[in-house]
């Protein structure tokens, strides 16, 4: 964990700053281990303050006992409600004058309380995503638990897929699902499972509902295992019995795309190379018009973290990042088909964690 | 719907706005009908702009046919990211010169993003919980909604507390609560669900873990069913065997308690008097070092929602709003006992919407 500090020390360092307050929970738990979750945006569940040779973790006095069985490295110490006000007073203590804070992650309230008990001869400097930032690349022990919860991911995918029959609504198939996450071990769903069949698989975000599903029609089934915190990312399309030549044809052009852009994956690239080769393929085969949603995205501790795969992103990827490939089209009133495995970026390519069966065509 | 927009609308007549802007993802569903939950606080689904007139609703385009389908009364519209630049574009369009936004539901970035897009001649003035304010007095509808979670909690937890037995641990008895959930036909937890036993007992927010559960140990489950978005709370302590006398004396205390302060709930109570009267049968009996949080809070779309009945909440009780009263005494390295029941307040009393069984003494 200290590594992980020090790293955020660094950020500090080059920012010229005094310390930082962590109050991205994401973040907190990153840096301290502390496994905590926020209720709310607005229902913090602890922070951190951290300088060169301090880290305090503050929190609510009933979680004290779990955060510092958990926060090894870290002090950890009550606060008052609301908690601006005493983490304000702690760092005044501290003799902090310019504090680095994770802008994204703060309420216009929760600033606005903290500079009034802070003073105005204290300064607060938004840190943009240098926190987050920390988190793209990941540590061999890192990458085992990615390569575990996708292993996990995986298994529950064929076990949970191999239930649907036809009639089968969308919600009992999710629900099977959810039942093989947790039949393999998972922790829980690392993001709500989206099973999307026929017309509704035109739509990326959809929740699944009530409509039953019928053989020769596109199912997508989008869902992740959760392990040590840690999420799994996986879009397979299914059908019952036969395809007709359409779907045949989209589900090959979507394929081709993936695989393409999974070639394209290598330290030095950026997410839009790896995203336009998809779109190059599609716009080959016709199909540009049914292009809605960018290639891919980071996935860790957050489903989706940095770096980012879409058109116009400059992010270069590095080795040790995880990057989603996803490409996907999507036709109003037909349906659509997505596939998604999950590499590692390698110097001279990707490792493909995800091992879940294709449809045979 | 509509009948909730008004409400959003007069709050901005009485802060003389033009508009206002809604980011919190509740507050979007309560007034929208939109479903749509937020990955995370810096991924915003989407967001709600109204005035005397006009009810958009802005979201990326692949969530449109979703939300046009929910939110009926709403026009809308794909904005491109980041959010705050087009959504500034479309408030210069309206014409809005003062605009209210929710300081506790927006991130200092996103402020900053806005304001800039803006422009300085446009102004922008925090609503604090004024939005928030309108979900705590519950229709009638949703009293029905708030009475079937809380049903379904009740027989979930009837199921799922019947597994226990000797040497289970905590996981295992929680995942057999998440199976009764799903089983009863909730839509997923309410919140993660507790399980705490023996000395975990005493830390209120315990995550359930490898701890084998014995006889004679207190076991502390507090749960929730989810239903329409509405979400159920419910704590029960039980254990297995028979407990000895502290456990006996203790448990026969916080039940005192907790009738004693929903005896005293009515409107026109103020949250800390219904937390004093727990706080006054525990002084009496000599168990207030044990005393570590409020006695309640309000429940419906999120789990903790106004009304507090916690020490100096000046929060005045109304006829309709929801509440738990869930008195808890906490000793270090024993265990801990609450009980929780869900209460609607009405003019004279409340009615206690939970049934779940308490143990026999």
């Known amino acids: 964990m200290s590594e992980r500090v020090q790293r955020a020390v660094d950020v500090m360092t080059s920012h010229d700053l005094d310390g930082i307050l962590i109050t991205n929970p994401v973040?907190?738990?990153?840096?301290?281990?502390?496994?905590?979750?926020?209720?709310?945006?607005?229902?913090?569940?602890?922070?951190?303050?951290?300088?060169q040779t301090k880290r305090l973790l503050l929190t609510g006095g009933t979680n004290l006992p779990w955060a510092t069985a958990e926060a090894g490295d870290f002090m950890t110490e009550a606060w008052q409600r609301?908690?601006?006000?005493?983490?304000?007073?702690?760092?005044?203590?501290?003799?902090?004058?310019?504090?680095?804070?994770?802008?994204?992650?703060?309420?216009?309230?929760?600033?606005?309380?903290?500079?009034?008990?802070?003073?105005?001869d204290v300064g607060l400097a938004p840190l943009d995503n240098a926190i987050?930032?920390?988190r793209a690349i990941k540590s061999s022990e890192e990458i085992a638990l990615m390569a575990e919860v996708t292993r996990l991911t995986d298994e529950a995918f064929v076990r949970g897929s191999a239930t649907l029959t036809a009639g089968m609504t969308e919600i009992e198939l999710a629900r099977n699902i959810?039942?093989?996450?947790?039949?393999?071990?998972?922790?829980?769903?690392?993001?709500?499972?989206?099973?999307?069949?026929?017309?509704?698989?035109?739509k990326p975000h959809h929740r699944p509902g009530d409509r039953r599903i019928e053989p020769g029609e596109p199912v997508i089934i989008d869902m992740g295992a959760l392990w040590h915190g840690y999420r799994g990312d996986l879009t397979r399309t299914i059908w019952i019995g036969d395809a007709d030549q359409r779907l045949r044809d989209i589900y090959a052009a979507v394929l081709e795309a993936h695989n393409a852009s999974k070639a394209a994956v290598r330290a030095g690239a950026t997410g839009s190379d790896v995203d336009q080769v998809s779109r190059d393929v599609f716009a080959r085969l016709g199909y540009s018009d049914y292009v809605i949603h960018g290639?891919?995205?980071?996935?860790?501790?957050?489903?989706?973290?940095?770096?980012?795969?879409?058109p116009g992103s400059t992010d270069v990827l590095r080795a040790g990042e995880v990057l989603t490939i996803e490409p996907g089209l999507y036709i109003?009133?037909?349906?659509?088909?997505?596939?998604?495995?999950?590499?590692?970026?390698?110097?001279?390519?990707?490792?493909?964690?995800?091992?879940?069966?294709?449809?045979?065509?």
């Open 295 to 310: 290639v891919g995205h980071g996935v860790g501790l957050r489903i989706h973290e940095a770096p980012s795969a879409g």
């Open 332 to 361: 109003d009133g037909w349906g659509g088909v997505r596939i998604e495995n999950l590499v590692i970026i390698e110097e001279d390519g990707c490792r493909d964690l995800t091992t879940a069966p294709l449809m045979k065509d």
């Open 132 to 134: 987050d930032a920390l």
């Open 178 to 202: 959810q039942d093989a996450l947790r039949a393999v071990g998972s922790e829980g769903e690392g993001f709500e499972t989206i099973v999307a069949s026929g017309p509704n698989a035109a």
């Open 27 to 51: 973040n907190r738990r990153y840096l301290s281990g502390w496994t905590a979750e926020d209720h709310g945006f607005d229902e913090s569940s602890g922070i951190l303050l951290i300088d």
């Open 82 to 120: 609301p908690w601006p006000v005493s983490v304000a007073n702690r760092i005044r203590e501290l003799g902090w004058q310019r504090i680095g804070f994770e802008d994204a992650f703060l309420s216009v309230a929760d600033f606005a309380l903290l500079q009034d008990n802070l003073g105005n």
